[in-house]
């Protein structure tokens, strides 16, 4: 079946900080990947996301890469801001079906 | 564009009693989902809806169900509320296969 496997949070990081958090799937076919952050009280925003094999997708400094030989999906970030924290949600999608959720990273950054 | 619409933003229903959610797509996108977000299950698919037609259905009870109209807006009802039922009820639309969703802001129902 399709899974998503993520890093287990919280993380708490200090401002300007690296920041990678582990996401691996299962796929029976070759999904897409996303990642979605969710704020406190929100719905979930698209951050970033890869539709192919060594795709790299990126925003607002977040960068992942498809990684098929390791069937990874790894969200990164070369210095983090207090305003990124959040929970970070990895996904996969096989075309048409629903969306495979990993169960979510919590991020802190403190000043 | 406007979003993903989702109304009400909040709900406080009583233990058997039956809700109904509402969900307005972004305008072309004719697929609907929706999911469960609880702090011990996480992100759990509910159903997608597609012109109309359920396509597929998650590991939900019969209490659960959905539509969607012609103009592509979609509904979810919960019968016979119960109290594992409170829970962020988020709502997706995407325009096709391989494509992104864009969620909706939920609607968070306490079931009481």
């Known amino acids: 079946g399709n899974s998503v496997t993520q890093m287990e949070g919280p993380v708490t990081l200090s401002e300007e900080a690296f920041l990678t958090i582990n996401c691996t799937y299962t796929?029976?076919?070759?999904?897409?990947l996303f990642w979605y952050v969710q704020y406190p009280g929100e719905g979930l925003q698209l951050l970033l996301k890869a539709t192919k094999a060594d795709d790299k997708g990126s925003n607002k400094g977040f960068e992942a890469t498809y990684r098929k030989e390791t069937t990874s999906f790894h969200l990164e970030k070369g210095s983090v801001q207090v305003s990124d924290s959040a929970v970070y949600f990895c996904a996969l999608s096989m075309s048409v079906d629903q969306f495979y959720f990993g169960t979510g990273t919590s991020l802190t950054v403190i000043p | 564009k406007a979003g993903v619409t989702q109304t009400p933003r909040y709900l406080i229903k009583t233990r058997g009693q039956q809700v109904t959610l509402s969900c307005s797509p972004i305008?072309?996108?004719?697929?609907v989902s929706w999911y469960q977000q609880t702090p011990g299950q996480g992100l759990q698919f509910l159903f997608e809806?597609?012109?109309?037609?359920?396509?597929n259905k998650g590991n939900f009870p019969g209490r659960f169900s959905g539509r969607q109209f012609s103009n592509s807006r979609s509904e979810m009802n919960v019968s016979t509320l119960e109290l594992g039922d409170s829970a962020l009820y988020l709502c997706a639309s995407r325009e096709g296969a391989h494509t992104e969703a864009f969620f909706g802001q939920g609607t968070r129902l306490t079931v009481v």
């Open positions: 796929a029976t076919g070759y999904p897409s």
């Open positions: 809806y597609f012109s109309e037609t359920q396509r």
């Open positions: 305008s072309g996108h004719r697929s």
